[in-house]
């Protein structure tokens, strides 16, 4: 039993379970055990005895041998534009009451039918993420930001409720790219124990965006009007098309299974290439700074070749299957636990926040459009503080684990932070209802508004890097089965304003606060069967269909 993770009786491997770090000995050789691991590549400095997590190749076109800058610069645009996506959907919710009033609609009609967008988005990230399963990231994320351009500019110019909603199903499609491959991507580039920050900064973003941006919108809608907040975004998606295309090229890339220590099911992958190189190999150095190295395999493809928007298919698997993938996907123990974890719990952050208007323009606080965007100042700041903690605290708990197990990393491990999701989280939403119905001082429900933004974004880390670990191979189709959460957003976005003036907010935020506490609970079963979860769905005559479907 590593660690509490029960030991699996079937497989000599198990896909998610690696060697993370060995022991560097006085002779400056790196051994497991009675085997010297100094031929697999490891990290650097206080993580040179951490072995990298897959192994890359000897190419330099390989993402995992780009250099460090190259990959934090990419991912710092990519979540800039998570950003302004993020900020994108919920941005004109301050205007709702304002809006409902210009096109003759009631509230609960116009939050229902916009609320169409989040059953787009579901249902859209399936075919975009098999475009990018089959075709590469790249073009789908140029697509999507196009459509959002496109979007925009129709938002913009809308003068009617029907032309708007139309232009924003389209721009919802548009979304969809980001709700799966930037985690997706950051697989692509980064090595398992580099992988807690990165989650963190696209989490960050993607709160500054939904926080930050419901802020400035409603100065924006107060001062100017609602159809501005789209004009700006067009202006922002215009500019993001270009770096896009300079700054961000493709990162999916086929490599030898064999360098894939984490997934497989036959021996130790770790150990075959240690075996294979033999003792007399020379170690292998960091390919984190990835200097120049006269030993790769192939020359350095240009900049002007990785401007190249379209690189061919790769991936042999046939589009159609690669789309029905995700939903056979949702019958495995581990998807189906992060399906709950991630997607029912972040859902209800999209339903608060299509409610605030309705929340606080009513008696007893009476806030203003620009005041209920400030609101969102609580959002924020708890997705900055949490973001800061979570990140460095994620790689360090799986680095400090498989130290402490011999070595072996269990993707388990990432389900470690659910702990202060758990006890954060049910008071968060416990006291935001609780303190509305009482009529509290508006800062003590927008204190616990700021605390769930805190306390998911432990539970979002935990959850994706639970999933790209047992499943890196598949995981935009994970991903793209998780965010069927969507459809369920879409149905509670439906009713939640009624559902509020009928049984009041502390009854709503009472239940989904239980809610979150048992899904919080069920990871302690999944952290104990876990593994053998993972064995079982890869041995198991339905899911290798499934997998190879």
């Known amino acids: 039993m590593g660690l509490g993770v029960l030991e699996d009786k079937h497989l000599p491997h198990v896909p998610g379970t690696a060697l993370l770090t060995d022991i560097v000995g006085l002779d400056h050789h790196h051994r497991h055990g009675g085997l010297d691991t100094s031929a697999l590549r490891h990290g650097k400095g206080k993580d040179s005895d951490i072995v990298l997590v897959p192994q890359p190749s000897k190419s330099p076109n390989d993402p995992l041998n780009w250099p460090l800058w190259k990959k934090d610069l990419m991912l710092f645009f990519i979540c800039i534009d998570t950003a302004v996506v993020g900020a994108w959907g919920p941005m004109i919710s301050p205007g709702f009451v304002e809006m409902a009033s210009q096109f003759g609609v009631s509230y609960n009609k116009l939050n229902g039918d916009l609320g169409y967008g989040i059953l787009v988005i579901g249902i859209s990230c399936f075919f975009t993420n098999s475009m990018a399963v089959v075709w590469g990231r790249r073009p789908v994320f140029l697509l999507g930001n196009i459509l959002l ?34 985690t997706t991507t950051i697989a692509d580039l980064y090595f398992v124990h580099q992988r807690g920050v990165r989650l963190a900064a696209w989490g960050l973003c993607l709160s500054i965006g939904v926080g930050g941006g419901s802020i400035i919108s409603g100065y924006i809608i107060e001062d100017l009007s609602w159809n501005w907040t789209y004009g700006i975004c067009a202006i922002m998606f215009g500019v993001w098309i270009v770096v896009l295309f300079l700054f961000c090229p493709e990162t999916a890339y086929r490599r030898d299974d064999l360098l894939n220590t984490d997934l497989g099911t036959d021996l130790d992958r770790a150990d075959q290439i240690a075996e294979k190189a033999g003792h007399a190999s020379p170690r292998a150095e960091n390919v984190e700074i990835a200097e120049p190295d006269d030993t790769w395999s192939e020359e350095k493809h240009s900049y002007w070749h990785e401007l190249k928007i379209f690189h061919g298919r790769v991936s042999d698997d046939p589009f159609w299957k690669v789309l029905t993938r995700p939903l056979m996907m949702l019958i495995f123990p581990q998807v189906l636990f992060s399906f709950f974890a991630y997607g029912l719990t972040t859902s209800w952050l999209v339903v608060v926040g299509s409610v605030l208007a309705q929340l606080f323009t009513a008696p007893p606080y009476n806030f203003s459009v620009s005041g209920v965007g400030l609101v969102s100042i609580a959002s924020l700041i708890g997705a900055i503080i949490g973001a800061f903690i979570s990140g460095p605290v994620a790689d360090w708990v799986v680095k400090m684990m498989a130290r402490k197990n011999g070595g072996i990393y269990e993707a388990e491990f990432r389900l470690v932070l659910i702990v202060i999701s758990f006890v954060l989280g049910g008071m968060s939403f416990f006291g ?106 890869s041995r198991v005559k339905i899911f290798e269909k499934v997998m190879r479907a």
């Open 432 to 537: 935001f209802g609780w303190s509305l119905e009482e009529q509290d001082p508006w800062i003590v429900p927008v204190f616990f508004y700021g605390l769930q933004y805190f306390s998911v974004g432990f539970m979002t880390i935990a959850v994706y890097g639970y999933l790209t670990d047992c499943h890196r191979d598949k995981a935009p189709e994970a991903f793209a089965a998780i965010n069927l959460r969507n459809i369920y957003s879409f149905g509670m976005n439906y009713f939640i304003s009624d559902w509020i003036s009928s049984q009041g907010p502390k009854e709503v935020f009472c239940i989904v606060g239980g809610l979150h506490v048992f899904i919080c609970l069920c990871a302690i079963p999944m952290y104990i069967f876990g593994k053998r979860c993972r064995s079982w769905t």
């Open 149 to 182: 351009f496109i979007s925009s500019i129709g938002g913009y110019f809308s003068h009617s409720f029907g032309s708007l909603l139309g232009f924003r199903l389209l721009g919802c499609i548009g979304m969809s790219p980001f709700e799966v491959l930037v």
